[in-house]
């Protein structure tokens, strides 16, 4: 919870306060609504920099902004990268160095796709379904999960273990009743406005939608591949028990 709220907070309010204000004051609201169609970095990689040669001491402020750009690339891989590593720790016995070992292979080999072909919007796909589309499917299946299958009462039980205060109350109705809802609508009316078009890539230029493809494919081989993991660990831990 702490880990989220902190990383959330930094990301989403004080990343958003300053690049699309400042964007916004010296580009204007349409040419700044241009730069963020471009892609999913080229509000931070594109703009800024045009900001910061305007700028008095612009050269030192664009230091500052790429090197926490650095550091927020560094930790978030990080803070991602766990989970996996502890899974093939905890489910299949690997040592650390073996996990974090197997863990940079693979995402050595994937990234390349990322890095050769950025320009066909690879990269902008990938972005799209894990970071905007999955991000609303995966949180609405997780508060189902957790507030209504798991249980409200006992996950609130187990949010506030251990904290030095307690969650207000607020917290319990809006998990519950209100963020479940919101998801909902917002996958209804994805569907409604955008599903076909997306899916069948309209608006996208044609020497690019190989790449679109490619980069969904990739998506579906490493999603069903830990999805296989999962059930062989789960298979694993069912014979110990028997």
């Known amino acids: 919870l702490t880990t989220a709220a902190t990383n959330g907070f930094a990301e989403v309010v004080l990343g958003a306060a300053i690049a699309i204000p400042v964007a916004v004051a010296f580009f204007g609201l349409n040419a700044t609504q241009e730069f963020a169609k471009g892609g ?10 045009l900001i910061f040669q305007r700028i008095p001491l612009g050269q030192f402020f664009g230091f500052l902004w790429f090197l926490l ?22 489910e299949f016995g690997l040592s650390r160095k073996k996990a974090v070992g197997v863990l940079a292979v693979i995402v050595l080999i994937a990234v390349q796709f990322v890095v050769f072909y950025q320009k066909y919007g690879f990269l902008n796909e990938m972005d799209y379904w894990a970071g905007t589309f999955g ?15 798991f249980g409200a009462d ?11 205060f307690q969650i207000p109350r607020v ?16 996958m209804i009316w994805w569907f409604i406005e955008s599903a076909i078009p997306t899916l069948l890539l309209e608006g996208v230029n044609e020497v690019d939608k190989p790449y679109y493809w490619g980069s969904r ?17 789960w298979q694993k831990s069912q014979k110990k028990e028997n």
Request: proline share 3%; charged share 15%.
């Open 154 to 164: 006992k996950a609130w039980k187990e949010m506030n273990e251990g904290g030095d």
């Open 217 to 233: 494919a990739l998506m579906v081989v490493i999603f069903i591949s830990l999805i296989l993991l999962v059930r062989k660990a």
């Open 69 to 90: 750009l650095f550091f927020a690339g560094i930790t978030s891989s990080v803070a991602m990268g766990q989970p996996v590593i502890a899974f093939l720790e905890d």
């Open 40 to 49: 999913a970095f080229d509000l931070g990689f594109v703009s800024m920099p």
């Open 171 to 186: 917290f319990y109705f809006l998990m519950k009743y209100i963020t479940p809802v919101v998801l909902f609508v917002l």
């Open 135 to 149: 991000l609303v499917v995966f949180a609405l299946i997780e508060t189902v999960l957790f507030m209504w299958v």
